[in-house]
């Protein structure tokens, strides 16, 4: 790991807290060339990783749940009381924060999608393990990878625990975009004192509350609506998950309302007009913030003006329902729900069927209670090149998103669900053999990967459609609500 020059270290502390959020003007620009010092800086992207393409960037934001600074000290006690962290041994290398931010080279609205940290997925090259908890890549890679220089010789505690971090950037880096196939163009990485160091250097962060909350766990104890929050109480805000109605989905959901608050604050503080202020988020980037070799932030800066004005939007992956391995609790996950979810949020057009794959061959009846005209000959045109049918197009007045199947059509079936953004698939007798009923309930939008000519275009290659609204949530799993997008235009109220 080496030192990168920090011409923009306040837009790093920026970006890692706050999704990248460029506030900046000429004047900070020229202030933060006299100010910066340094901001720690990491290869384990690779120069030959896959590239968006069209100007785009894939952005992935690591939150590491690590009581030890980048060398591997332990943090100070009087540090982790305030943090209500425990005795420093808890939380190992976990990365229970991971946001994958996607900015198009259009100057269209940004999206960022959370992974949630228990998701069950495949790992590759970690020594008895061939899936893992997501969160686990990290601390998995970097145990094995210190081990592995140990027994070559290496003893020093400070290069095994620089070496052995970029081990596990790495693999996190790999897991995700092997699960969500889509490149990642870089990274940064912040650590669990990140969020209070950020809290404090802003003079406190307003957030807003559904219920009120209480729990000894993270220490939250909160009333419901607005309030303001200094650097201890921001991190039990973005921590806890006991007492929360959907437990780890309320959390990722304040993650995002804390990063939509942040950026909301630096908008509207002139942050980077503010020399003293200017300082502390320096000094929080070169303490708490590593970001992926080779950035180019001054260039970023332009590229990243679409973050302001709240033109992004925060969603968060589906998963399939929930499971025991080895006693542990884990999300299940349809690998091919969260990649066509992925596409869907960040505008990507699906792959084409490949032609040594079998095509789909079911008929499709479309059913539209929408209430807009012609939504259902567009959803089964959209389909045509999958292989499907075009059946009965009906409108109706009343019905939930779903898809129903009859006889012989169940993976018909979920290849469209799929296809149309994760809707619920069920089995119907009655529908006839090798037929498949789709419902588009309200608030139902055509993702953009099926829009115009989307099914025909390069995989991975942006739309021409229009932005859709705001998505709809996902179906419960196991009675429990997967939630909608968070909006990042302002103070968004959670639970």
Same mark, same amino acid.
């Given at each position: ?64 749940? !690590? ?10 006690? *009087? ?35 959370? /992974? &949630? ?23 998995? @890679?970097?145990?094995?990878?210190? +081990? ?8 020093? +505690? ?11 950037? +790495? ?12 490149? /990642?163009?870089?990274? @940064? ?9 950020? $809290? ?31 650097? !201890? ?26 990063? %939509? !608050?942040? @950026? ?17 988020? /320096? ?7 590593? /970001? #992926? ?19 992004? *939007? ?26 066509? %979810? ?9 792959? &084409? ?47 939930? #998103? ?7 059509? +169940? ?30 309930? %309200? ?17 991975? $290659? ?26 990042? #235009?302002?103070? &968004?109220?959670?639970?």
């Amino acid at each position: 790991m080496r030192r990168h020059p920090l011409l923009a270290a306040g837009r790093v502390a920026v970006g890692v807290a706050s999704a990248l959020v460029l506030a900046g003007t000429g004047a900070a620009s020229t202030m933060l060339t006299s100010l910066v010092g340094g901001l720690q800086t990491s290869d384990a992207l690779g120069t030959d990783a896959p590239k968006s393409s069209g100007g785009a960037l894939n952005i992935l934001l690591i939150g590491l749940d !690590s009581r030890k600074d980048q060398d591997g000290h332990q943090l100070p006690k *009087e540090i982790l009381d305030q943090l209500h962290a425990g005795d420093g041994t808890e939380g190992g290398y976990n990365t229970n924060t991971l946001i994958l931010m996607h900015i198009p080279g259009d100057g269209g609205k940004a999206s960022a999608v959370s /992974i &949630p940290r228990d998701d069950y997925v495949p790992v590759a090259g970690i020594p008895g393990y061939t899936q893992a908890k997501i969160k686990e890549a990290y601390g998995l @890679a970097k145990f094995y990878a210190e +081990k592995d220089l140990a027994s070559h010789g290496v003893t020093d +505690k400070t290069e095994l625990e620089h070496r052995g971090r970029d081990a596990g950037r +790495k693999k996190t880096l790999e897991t995700v975009r092997g699960f969500l196939e889509v490149p /990642i163009d870089r990274f @940064a990485e912040v650590n669990l004192a990140g969020f209070y160091d950020l $809290a404090t250097a802003l003079d406190g962060v307003e957030v807003c509350l559904n219920h009120p909350v209480k729990d000894s766990y993270s220490g939250a104890d909160f009333p419901a609506g607005h309030q303001t929050l200094n650097g !201890s109480q921001a991190l039990s805000f973005v921590r806890q998950r006991h007492g929360l109605d959907n437990g780890d989905l309320d959390r990722t959901h304040r993650q995002q309302a804390f990063l %939509a !608050s942040v @950026a909301h604050k630096l908008r509207s503080a002139g942050t980077f007009t503010d020399l003293p202020k200017l300082n502390n988020l /320096i000094d929080t980037a070169q303490k708490d913030v590593v /970001i #992926s070799a080779g950035w180019n932030l001054l260039s970023f800066a332009g590229q990243a003006q679409n973050l302001t004005g709240g033109n992004l *939007e925060f969603s968060t992956l589906p998963i399939a329902g929930f499971d025991k391995v080895n006693g542990q609790d884990v999300n299940k996950v349809d690998v091919d729900q969260v990649r066509t %979810a992925v596409r869907t949020a960040f505008g990507l057009a699906a792959p &084409p069927p490949a032609t040594t794959q079998a095509q789909a061959s079911a008929t499709v009846d479309v059913r539209n209670a929408t209430g807009r005209t012609g939504l259902a000959a567009t959803v089964a045109q959209a389909l045509g090149p999958y292989g499907f049918h075009t059946g009965d197009l009906a409108n109706t007045t009343a019905g939930a #998103s779903a898809v129903a199947y009859g006889p012989g059509a +169940k993976a018909d079936a979920g290849t469209a669900a799929a296809l149309l953004g994760g809707l619920a698939v069920t089995a119907d007798s009655r529908i006839p053999r090798g037929r498949v009923r789709i419902t588009l309930g %309200a608030g139902f939008t055509l993702p953009r990967t099926l829009g115009p000519h989307g099914a025909d275009a390069a995989p991975g $290659a942006p739309t021409t459609t229009p932005p859709p609204g705001p998505a709809t949530p996902e179906p419960p799993v196991n009675g429990r609500p997967q939630g909608g997008t968070v909006d990042g #235009s302002g103070i &968004p109220c959670v639970n």
